[in-house]
């Protein structure tokens, strides 16, 4: 943990991603996350299952991380060992307590990716969903969770806007030499200029 609650909830919200870098829709996604939950914790995992650390490292990452949740005093921070869904909510309730309700923040991209992974035989992440819940924002279009998961998979709802925003955006906008500040925290545009060597 790098920034703990105060006391334990006993229900949590977690944002896990890449954060490469915060985005203001990571930030949207926690704020719509504080009306289902009394804490947001933010878990950069050291393993990512669908991609790598590539660009800026582990520890930039976590920099901007902290940079821009500081002004919320319920975001929280922890660094995961590994970044399935199911890892992080284990990870959590060594912490929390086994009692703590885990509801994970995600973008429709996200779900689809975590409900339609390959994890090695079937019907494995409907098992998972007995330790968690998601809460999907719309991006792009509304999620439609297969039947059988729709007990433990609810809508999000988020202010419109923030489909376009994501850290690819941010990213390919400093390549182009386009504008990318309003996409990203405002606390956080000079730590994205040094660790993207913007200019």
């Known amino acids: ?84 869904f199911l890892d992080i909510a284990r990870e959590c309730r060594e912490v929390f307590g086994s009692t703590v309700a885990v509801k994970f923040l995600c973008g429709r991209d996200a779900a689809e990716r975590a409900v339609h992974w390959n994890y090695g035989r079937p019907g494995a992440f409907l098992e998972m969903l007995g330790e968690f819940e998601l809460l999907v924002a719309s991006r792009g279009g509304a999620f439609q969770p297969p039947a059988e998961m729709r007990q433990r998979i609810h809508a999000l709802v988020l202010p419109p806007g923030y489909d376009e925003v994501s850290a690819t955006e941010v990213r390919e906008r400093i390549a182009r030499s386009e504008p990318w500040e309003h996409l990203v925290p405002e606390a956080i545009v000079p730590l994205v200029r040094k660790l993207y060597r913007v200019g």
């Open 1 to 84: 943990m790098f920034r703990q609650p105060p006391e334990n909830p006993a229900v949590l919200a977690i944002l896990a991603g890449s954060f490469n870098p915060p985005t203001r829709a990571h930030l949207a996604l926690a704020e719509a996350g504080l009306t289902e939950a009394p804490e947001v914790l933010f878990v950069l995992p050291r393993l990512l299952p669908h991609k790598t650390f590539e660009g800026v490292g582990f520890a930039g990452r976590l920099q901007m991380l902290e940079a821009a949740t500081t002004a919320q005093p319920r975001y929280s921070i922890a660094v995961s060992e590994r970044g399935l």
